[in-house]
């Protein structure tokens, strides 16, 4: 019996002795065997052979065991390697980011606005509120007035007035049972090209009041009211009066207590019982009170009612300072009760708007010797007698709007040439 073919192998399921063709499989000739050979393929080879690849072992690892290929590092831009997963292993991407809170800023932004919409509309409603208590009254003499001149000039009346004061409060400001109304106050301020000017009139002045002669100025005011008043102020000066503002004890006192005080500087210490004063020499803190107290005194100086005008225009500057203050507005409360202080008792002419009186207040802002002049009408005594040719030089500049051209000799705080 001869051998098989070399080459040629019998396999346990082949009993028959027939032969499988395997050598394809085992890297043998493909053209042996029953099987015969391939199409395509060359006589005795397989064109595409199974080849066995060697297995390489761990570093570090045990013998035999295959060889992974580590993963790529990874980078800040989530890829392996410089120049990313080119065929490599491929990495997980960065978690996505928290989407924009638009929502609640556009709710936030949304409060914002409606805040800003309801502090407006304070600001503008506490005036208007407060405007509709103040009182109109006529103050047009009617008549030959003087023509309408450059710039503005106010009449600020004060008012020795106790109407609305209650007992303890005549008690507390030392101003007595007086009845009517007189004018403890008379000041004209002028406003327009030039710096404002603030100028005292002093009550005792000896001027001519229509229709009952030379008199005291105050007494055009017991005789007449704001229309006689201003009818003898235009005659005595040729100032053309274009709005009145006129304002009591208790609006004064509230003025000062709602910028919650002034300062004043006494020259010396003042101790007035009439005045319901006392208070030392030098600059301190005055609360509604003093201040008017320390404005109403005309007994602890030897110039009387001169000095007293002179503290009456310092305390009105040093109201208008404190009332120009940002604070007067960033406070709700300080602002509430600075525009209704006073409207009980504050009162105006017919014919002078609620803008005239907002821009008189801003200018009393203004008038306190740095940014302004205040002095007083030219005097040539005590009596109280004009200077008649100081104060004509004076009133002329202010009547034609030339408040810049006024020197220290025409506007002294006295009126006194020489004081």
Known sequence: MSE??????????????????????Y???????????????????????TRMLPTMGRPGGRRGQPYEQPAAPRTQSGRGGPGGPRGGVATASPPPSRPPRAPRRRFRLGWLKIALLLWLVFLVAVPLWAWSKVDKVGTDP???????????????????????????????Y??????????DTIMLLHTGQGPNLLMSIPRD?????????DTKINAAFAYGGPKLLVET????????????????????????????????CPKQAMKDPQANLDVEKGCQEADGTTALGYARSRHTSSLGDIDRARHQREVVSAVGHEAASPWSVINPV???????????????????????????????TRVDGKTGLTCGVPIADLAVH??????????????????????????????????
């Open 386 to 419: 004009w200077d008649q040719e100081r104060a004509d030089r004076l009133f002329e500049l202010i009547r034609e709007d030339r408040t810049a051209d006024v020197s220290k000799q025409l506007c002294r705080a006295s009126g006194l040439a020489n004081q």
């Open 334 to 364: 300080r602002y509430l009760r600075l525009a209704s202080a006073g409207s009980d008792s504050l009162r105006v002419g017919k014919d002078t708007s609620m803008i005239s009186t907002m821009k008189f207040a801003w200018a009393m």
């Open 142 to 172: 009617g008549g030959d007035r003087p023509a309408a001149q450059e710039g503005t000039t106010y009449l600020l009346v004060g008012s020795d007035s106790r109407e609305g004061l209650s007992r303890k409060e005549q008690l507390q």
């Open 4 to 25: 098989p073919p070399q080459g040629s192998r019998r396999t346990p399921g082949n009993q028959g002795g027939d032969e499988g063709d395997y050598h394809w499989l």
């Open 27 to 49: 890297g043998g000739d493909a053209g042996q065997g029953s099987g015969g050979s391939r199409s395509g393929a060359g006589a005795g080879q397989d064109p595409e052979p």
């Open 233 to 264: 102020i235009e005659l005595a000066t040729g100032i053309r009066i274009d709005d009145y503002v006129e304002i009591g004890f208790g609006g004064f006192v509230n003025v000062v207590d709602a910028v919650g005080g002034i300062e004043i």
């Open 205 to 213: 002045s000896i001027v001519e009041v229509p229709g009952y002669g």
């Open 174 to 183: 030392g101003t007595g049972k007086g009845s009517g109304r007189r004018t």
